[in-house]
């Protein structure tokens, strides 16, 4: 049972210090119980009552990470049903299914393509997390050397799917660090835990109902597996959605322990038909998919899963930013001209991306605004000569051009005047209002040389 708010309250030291970042003892405990805060914040809490308070402060859905290194993947620890409840945090990952009887020449081309598949968007890279390499030929020896052609290939984290025979043959032969072994079902549960284990790797588990879902969960929470990923087993668009709607709110809402890890999808195994694959895998994406396998991952798909990830994931209180400062675009020089607007990811996308059209050189600032658009940002006070003057005197601009002349947004034409008084020895032009005349106005456009 999940322990209320007035149950923490009682193990607190009631001293209202607010070093935990909360005026009172009691608005930290209710905040411990809503999931919203970690105990460790209180540094008076004895050893004791931490003790005590170990349920209601662990996260009602287990962290679980796969790999290790730059490329490790984690899952799970989420707090929320609805994204606007507050955000989810740790995005999805998506793996390419491989299995151990395709032709050799065919893996090699997938991971190639795999490996390049990879996107920059609003200063995130986007691409693939995982490969699950599957033993589908049922050779122990097989599956290894598909394992270990894998590793050498791509260094993203793996799903070894296989029994515990071949799983061990090939951590063995490809020297894996935790890779997701796949996965404890009631009748191998000793020996996959037994690997887990061993390997220190997290564990898929498999029932056939959620009644057994709670008591291969628990059994492995008992032998001491904890790094759990719950694949129910069902095939179907339907039921898997169900099931994972299920099992969230068993976890979060009712803080049932059994229930409260990340979970793994196979679209790749639902359909055979590639889009209606894409289909499946955008629904685990929005909900509530901790990792979604595909067979076909190629980029028309995967650059949509990824945007759509990415948008999930995004925080809803506070906008998508683009980290302040000046981004070359399309090789500009010297007499190339100079552009500001506010550091809305949407905005700069926007702007880049026509400017990227126009094959136009060009300098874009990026002015840090909080993540406002251009009229909001100058309504709220940001987007305004001071700042825009103070970003422009801290940047190193003026190493790169040899003339000082501002473009800044037509929706704020109204500061011209005041900007070219705080920016000294500056002419300030205003540009378009729309993105779209971008093109246009930069080909017609000079900067007025010093
Ligand atoms: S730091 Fe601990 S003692 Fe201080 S207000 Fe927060 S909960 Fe209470």
Redesign the pocket.
């Known amino acids: 049972m999940a322990l209320t708010g007035m149950d923490i309250f009682k193990q607190?030291?009631?001293?209202?210090?607010?070093?935990?970042g909360?005026p009172?003892?009691l608005a930290?405990a209710m905040k411990l119980a809503a999931g919203g805060a970690s105990l460790e914040?209180?540094?008076?809490?004895s050893e004791e009552a931490k003790a005590k308070l170990s349920e209601a402060s662990a996260p009602p859905m287990r962290g679980v990470t796969i790999g290790e290194g730059d490329y490790t993947l984690k899952i799970g620890e989420e707090l929320v049903v609805y994204r606007h409840e507050k955000t989810f945090f740790n995005p999805p990952g998506y793996a390419l299914l491989v299995e151990d009887n395709e032709d050799s020449a065919a893996i090699d081309a997938k991971l190639a393509l795999l490996k390049e598949t990879s996107y920059e968007r609003v200063g995130q890279i986007l691409r693939a997390d995982l490969v699950a390499v599957k033993n589908t030929s049922g050779d122990v020896n097989t599956f290894a050397d598909v394992v270990k052609k894998v590793t050498g290939a791509i260094e993203y984290p793996l799903i070894l799917m296989a029994e515990a025979p071949a799983i061990e043959a090939a951590v063995e032969a490809a020297s894996l660090a935790k890779p997701l072994l796949y996965a404890a079902t009631a009748a191998n549960i000793d020996a996959m835990a037994g690997l887990a284990k061993k390997y220190s790797a997290p564990l898929a588990v498999k029932p056939t109902s959620l009644e057994e879902l709670a008591e291969l969960t628990d059994k492995l929470d008992g032998m001491g597996v904890k790094d759990l990923v719950i694949d129910m087993g069902t095939r179907t668009l339907k039921e898997t959605f169900q099931n994972l709607v299920f099992t969230r709110r068993l976890a979060l809402k009712k803080k049932q322990r059994p229930f409260g890890y990340p979970t793994i999808t196979f679209p790749a195994e639902e359909t055979d038909d590639d889009m209606m694959e894409a289909v499946h895998a955008a629904v685990y994406a929005i909900k509530y998919g901790g990792i979604i396998v595909l067979r076909d991952l190629s980029p028309e798909k995967a650059y949509a899963l990824f945007v759509l990830r990415q948008n999930i994931y995004t925080d809803p209180q506070r906008p998508m930013q683009v980290e302040q400062g000046f981004y070359p675009i399309n090789n500009p020089n010297e007499d190339s001209p100079v552009l500001v607007t506010t550091n809305f990811s949407l905005t700069y996308f926007i702007v880049s991306s026509e400017i990227e059209g126009s094959k136009m050189p060009a300098w874009l600032g990026i002015v840090d605004v909080d993540g406002l658009s251009t009229l909001t940002a100058w309504a709220a006070g940001k987007f305004v000569p001071e700042r825009i003057a103070a970003f422009i005197g801290k940047s190193d601009i003026l190493d790169k051009v040899k003339h000082k002349t501002l473009v800044i947004p037509g929706y704020v034409a109204q500061i011209s005047g005041e900007l070219e008084e705080e920016l000294q020895g500056w002419k300030v032009v205003v540009g378009p209002r729309e993105a779209a005349d971008i093109p246009a106005f930069l080909k017609s456009f000079q900067p007025v040389m010093a």
């Open positions: 607190l030291p009631k001293t209202n210090c607010g070093e935990c909360i009172t003892c930290f914040a209180c540094p008076h809490v």
